[in-house]
């Protein structure tokens, strides 16, 4: 999903095209020394490190006012043993999307918020086959609950964008 092409204010260069989402290859806790771990593993929609500490892929969805889409974060959350097993077995259930929101901790670390993102408490709403899951972050005074809750504008947007390119 991308927009008009913007003048980077980082390094003065005109980029392609806004993108309106980016997205944590990994929760938080992967490495490369995890990975070698038995009971370890890591999806394209789950994770499992050590055998003992679960992750799902969702998405915080943030309302653009001044534009036609939403901004998305892809990120991990964790979940409790008893709620990753229920997911794993609704998985290929039409009617999983009518589950009650899971609860977890969000374990990817967004750039760009003060204090991390990390271990910030979600309910993870399942939706649709074919579908990622939604996350809702706690709404608290955080930066990012306040940002799910009223949106975010076309420069907030940009700004994400110099962030996720330049660091």
Known sequence: MTSSAF???SCGEVHDGL?????????????????????????E????INGEHQFVRGRIVLPVRDADEDFE????VSLSPANFARMIAVYEDPARENEPPYFGWLSTNLPGYEPTTVNLK????????????????????????VEQR??????????????????
Request: overall charge negative.
């Open 45 to 48: 929609e789950q994770c499992v």
């Open 7 to 9: 003048t980077c204010s």
């Open 122 to 145: 979600t309910n993870l709403h399942t939706q649709a086959l074919g579908v990622r899951p939604l996350v809702e972050v706690e709404p608290t005074d955080h930066p990012l609950a």
């Open 73 to 76: 974060w892809g990120v991990w």
């Open 19 to 43: 993108a309106f989402g980016y997205s944590a290859p990994a929760p938080v806790y992967w490495s490369e020394e995890v990975a070698e771990n038995r009971g370890s593993f890591l999806s």
């Open 150 to 167: 009223e949106g975010i504008t076309l420069a907030r947007v940009r700004e994400i964008a110099e962030i996720a390119l330049h660091g």
